[in-house]
């Protein structure tokens, strides 16, 4: 498996890098709604949003790219593979049904298991055409403020682990049963 090069805006290219690298508590907000939570909802729709993504080479070819290699975090343990789809992050939109990184775990045999999503906008290009913090029925995206170690602008993030079950919270930044150990570098 090939990390690609890749030339994108560098404060989206950042962003993403921060996200990464920071810790964040986790919350959900539990609205009932028709028996269902909020959560449950909005991980239904991202489950449907990226079914399709269960096979990467469909990500690729809807223009998402592997970033960052895999991406590990002590204890916190992983995030995984981020397939990051760059016109997406640089948008200022949130949709749930297109989100801006699928998010893999590298499996022993070779094989990737698609895991989450990632949703990111940057806070200036948000804040500037919303009055209220961004949220996906009714999830509120992570605020990671500037100035921070990476000097970057502050951006909004929501990670939603649709796909495996993360004991530390389907919204937590962090999964503490992902591993990037299976993960290899080129061929």
Same mark, same amino acid.
């Not at 895999?70 to 995984?80: D, N, R, T």
């Not at 948000?126 to 961004?134: L, R």
């Given at each position: 498996?090939?990390?690609?090069?890749?030339?994108?805006?560098?404060?989206? /290219? +950042?962003?993403?890098?921060?996200?990464?690298?920071?810790? %964040? &508590?986790?919350? &959900? %907000?539990?609205?009932?709604?028709? !028996?269902?939570?909020?959560?449950?909802? +909005?991980?239904?729709?991202?489950?449907?949003?990226?079914?399709?993504?269960?096979?990467?080479?469909?990500?690729?070819?809807?223009?998402?790219?592997?970033?960052?290699?895999?991406?590990?975090?002590?204890?916190?343990?992983?995030?995984?593979?981020?397939? /990051?789809?760059?016109?997406?992050?640089?948008?200022?939109?949130?949709?749930?049904?297109?989100?801006?990184?699928?998010?893999?775990?590298?499996?022993?045999?070779?094989?990737?298991?698609?895991?989450?999503?990632?949703?990111?906008?940057?806070?200036?290009?948000?804040?500037?055409?919303?009055? &209220?913090?961004?949220?996906?029925?009714? %999830? +509120?995206?992570?605020? +990671?403020?500037?100035?921070?170690?990476? !000097?970057?602008?502050?951006?909004?993030?929501?990670?939603?682990? &649709?796909?495996?079950?993360?004991?530390?919270?389907?919204?937590?930044?962090?999964?503490?049963?992902?591993?990037?150990?299976?993960?290899?570098?080129?061929?």
């Amino acid at each position: 498996m090939n990390v690609r090069p890749f030339a994108y805006s560098a404060a989206g /290219v +950042l962003a993403l890098a921060a996200v990464w690298t920071q810790p %964040q &508590a986790t919350h &959900a %907000q539990t609205h009932t709604r028709h !028996g269902e939570t909020q959560s449950g909802a +909005l991980v239904g729709v991202v489950r449907a949003a990226t079914e399709r993504f269960r096979d990467v080479k469909v990500a690729e070819a809807e223009g998402y790219t592997l970033t960052f290699g895999c991406v590990s975090g002590g204890e916190y343990g992983a995030m995984g593979l981020h397939y /990051v789809n760059f016109p997406l992050v640089l948008d200022p939109t949130l949709d749930p049904t297109r989100p801006e990184i699928v998010i893999y775990e590298p499996l022993p045999n070779g094989r990737l298991r698609l895991i989450g999503a990632d949703y990111l906008v940057l806070a200036n290009d948000w804040d500037s055409k919303n009055p &209220a913090p961004p949220e996906l029925m009714g %999830q +509120l995206l992570h605020l +990671l403020e500037s100035p921070n170690r990476f !000097g970057l602008p502050t951006f909004y993030t929501l990670h939603v682990w &649709a796909w495996k079950d993360n004991p530390t919270g389907t919204f937590s930044n962090w999964h503490a049963k992902v591993s990037c150990d299976a993960f290899r570098t080129g061929d």
